[in-house]
């Protein structure tokens, strides 16, 4: 274990996520998911999808070619998994890699010996993650998002693609064995999704970071659902440049909190619960204030703004002139600056781990939180790069609504159309209220 | 779910924690943490042990009073899990009860689904926690346990006893049957841990209070450690009577970072591996640098000091000057009081939860922190009341060593010996420097 700083434990364990489970059972989701989360926690994760490495030698092959018989297809694909693990091996042991996932099938007890041995042998610790589902309509649902969306099939007739792509499932049935916790992989580290989650099995979690992934990939799920977020209506700080304190909120903020109702309405409908998540300072609770009352309302200390210590209630200009090395020093490295008795952006992250974890759980939750709480929330899920999310503009008077889907999260934006300062600044720049430039709106 | 603050989600739902397993299966051990763990959250749990019902009618049976064919016994035995569960239920329904922890074996499908049908029946969630361990080491090891800690057996013989109890055991065998996944118990709620843990099954957690008990129960482990718990060093700060802040360690507090290793040494000896954590603030960096390389270092920002918001750098005669209210409210409730623009006590426990989580999980820890910070780490392992704990005396230049054990967790104080002021304080005191009254002490 290395030593580590603002409590994310660095360690020089590598850990290898090995996918386990037949085609359509969400191993490529539930790789992505847990990929996008370390990452957003600043542990480097790299996805190795075996697949990617077959189309290079065979880009759309048929069903046929995935038969235990076929003598090509299978060197063809061993071929694939050699070359995919050992990429990822070299990116662990040399490439600063900390998580690789193998995305696979990994569907016989031989090839996952084999991963286990080979990582072993490089000191490299091996997380199973099985996906077991035998509901028809959720594999039927998969099915159809492969026929879609999947390389394998691009330009072909969709009926054609379902068909072949339910006997490829059945050549991997015929030799698919599920981890078997009773017999000679008792010893293996493993998570066993079953049903998409209704039954887990969690086996001999040896550390920290597996401990983790296990517990992050046991609280996601895959039922539809949107989060929505706001920041709280324009406040007097706001108007005055200030940043931190706890101010009220403005006339404006105010006409924005009366509007709120109506522009959740807009996009959530009548009908669908909604739970309202703020954060303990008055200008989220306010502006949160005139929805409807049958919406549970939870405030949470973790979605405070981003704490500027001794800055608290300055201007920029005032940071400028008191703390000009801080300013510069903020500038330069955003995500990482930490203000004098306050927080980076790496610090929120770390405090919003528990409302991300929470989020994985929920069904439709609305947040009214603050400018930088909102800026890290929205890089977790749309991906965002740690070094430009802190820049991000974030409009006051909008709606956000995400909804994620297998493939990434759908974004759509709701102007109130009730005129707020920006709060957006440019690097090196004092001004009250600038407008953002073109590359941040973009 | 009602209307929660600070983060704690407070449900309209009430949850039934029904214990499964052979006698000497640590059942009571995991039913203590559970509500340990749930009451330092302020989450009212109450732990149902049908052993001591039973007791009443039967003080000190022997093993034949646990033969199903004893017709007595059986009568004995279920009029006691009745009386259990009637005062459980009573509890959840009209005495502010939360989560009820019935404590008995619970070892027939036929005693499991009484009490389900009993609790939905009142609007109860039943999550079943089963410990299932075929380890002869740590069956004997409870076994020894139980028979020199067990009120049924006070004042036997212990070889008697725990011949006696290992017959109890063999009657329980006979009729013992573990949750079963794939037959009619499949729609049960449940965890099953076994062996201790190297394995557990998870199966349908409903609501976010299951799968908190749940996160916690498969993060608490039985190997035998200890955690150390330090203050920094005494600060400028200190000497000053301010609070908050980010200050430099005293001469004096220097001395006390130089003694620290040996002082360490003492308790912890030579050869231990040892990690340390600090917060992020200069005195608990600065108290911790000379401990030995070889001990990992970690910084966590969770660990920082309570944020004493407006009032940061203050001495508390300013605050009672400048804020005379807040001053007086802190004293009523110093447990929930929040300063403006800062932390409550209880917002200190919520933001230390993952820190109690990673306490769990780890082995040998000393961490050097703060004040607040210690005294609801401490009220966390001591069981400490959060109505007092906020005014528990934790002296500088301590090392205090807290050691877990299956019914408790032992102290033991190290003094340095080297001079600090106290900073400590009474209630409505203004003084700079106090010493602790002799209640505090004691």
């Given at each position: 274990m290395a030593r580590g700083t603002n409590g994310v434990q660095v360690e020089d364990l590598k850990v290898c996520v090995v996918m386990v489970g037949l085609p359509a059972r969400?191993?490529?989701?539930?790789?992505?998911?847990?990929?996008?989360?370390?990452?957003?926690l600043s542990i480097p994760a790299q996805t190795f999808n075996v697949g990617n490495y077959r189309r290079k030698d065979a880009a759309q092959p048929t069903a046929d070619f995935f038969d235990t018989s076929n003598a090509e297809g299978e060197r063809t694909r061993r071929a694939a998994a050699e070359a995919a693990v050992a990429d990822m091996l070299k990116w662990l042991k040399t490439g600063g890699g900390v998580v690789g996932i193998l995305d696979a099938t990994n569907s016989t007890k031989e090839r996952r010996r084999w991963i286990l041995e080979l990582c072993t042998a490089n000191n490299i610790e091996v997380l199973f993650v099985e996906s077991k589902c035998d509901n028809e309509?959720?594999?039927?649902?998969?099915?159809?998002?492969?026929?879609?969306?999947?390389?394998?099939?691009?330009?072909?007739?969709?009926?054609?693609?379902?068909?072949?792509?339910?006997?490829?499932?059945?050549?991997?049935?015929?030799?698919?064995?599920?981890?078997?916790?009773?017999?000679?992989?008792?010893?293996?580290?493993?998570?066993?999704?079953?049903?998409?989650?209704?039954?887990?099995?969690?086996?001999?979690?040896?550390?920290?970071?597996?401990?983790?992934?296990?517990?992050?990939?046991?609280?996601?799920?895959?039922?539809?659902?949107?989060?929505?977020?706001?920041?709280?209506?324009?406040?007097?700080?706001?108007?005055?440049?200030?940043?931190?304190?706890?101010?009220?909120?403005?006339?404006?903020?105010?006409?924005?909190?009366?509007?709120?109702?109506?522009?959740?309405?807009?996009?959530?409908?009548?009908?669908?619960?909604?739970?309202?998540?703020?954060?303990?300072?008055?200008?989220?609770?306010?502006?949160?204030?005139?929805?409807?009352?049958?919406?549970?309302?939870?405030?949470?200390?973790?979605?405070?703004?981003?704490?500027?210590g001794v800055c608290d209630g300055y201007t920029y200009q005032q940071i400028k002139d008191e703390f000009p090395e801080d300013f510069q020093a903020r500038d330069a490295d955003k995500y990482n600056y930490r203000y004098r008795g306050g927080e980076s952006y790496r610090d929120v992250v770390i405090r919003l781990e528990p409302i991300i974890m929470e989020l994985e759980r929920s069904e439709d939750i609305l947040i009214i939180t603050h400018q930088a709480v909102i800026r890290c929330i929205y890089a977790y899920f749309m991906k965002k790069d740690q070094e430009r999310s802190p820049w991000m503009n974030v409009p006051l008077h909008t709606l956000i609504k995400l909804t994620p889907r297998a493939y990434g999260t759908e974004e759509v934006r709701y102007a109130a159309g009730i005129d707020a300062v920006s709060t957006w600044r440019g690097k090196g720049s004092t001004a009250k209220h600038e407008q953002p430039t073109l590359d941040v709106l973009h």
């Open positions: 969400g191993k490529s989701f539930i790789a992505q998911k847990a990929q996008r989360y370390l990452q957003w309509d959720l594999i039927m649902a998969n099915i159809r998002d492969v026929k879609t969306t999947s390389p394998d099939y691009i330009g072909q007739d969709p009926e054609q693609a379902a068909l072949d792509f339910r006997d490829r499932i059945r050549k991997y049935e015929q030799v698919y064995k599920t981890i078997d916790a009773d017999g000679d992989e008792n010893e293996l580290t493993y998570l066993k999704i079953m049903d998409t989650g209704s039954r887990v099995i969690i086996s001999r979690i040896r550390d920290y970071l597996q401990s983790r992934i296990v517990y992050y990939l046991i609280n996601v799920h895959i039922r539809p659902r949107s989060v929505w977020l706001s920041r709280h209506g324009e406040s007097m700080y706001n108007l005055s440049g200030r940043i931190g304190g706890d101010a009220e909120i403005s006339p404006r903020g105010e006409q924005y909190a009366l509007k709120l109702p109506a522009l959740v309405r807009e996009s959530v409908g009548d009908d669908r619960p909604l739970t309202v998540w703020t954060s303990t300072l008055k200008r989220t609770i306010a502006t949160a204030r005139h929805l409807p009352k049958h919406y549970n309302q939870l405030q949470w200390k973790a979605l405070d703004e981003l704490d500027s």
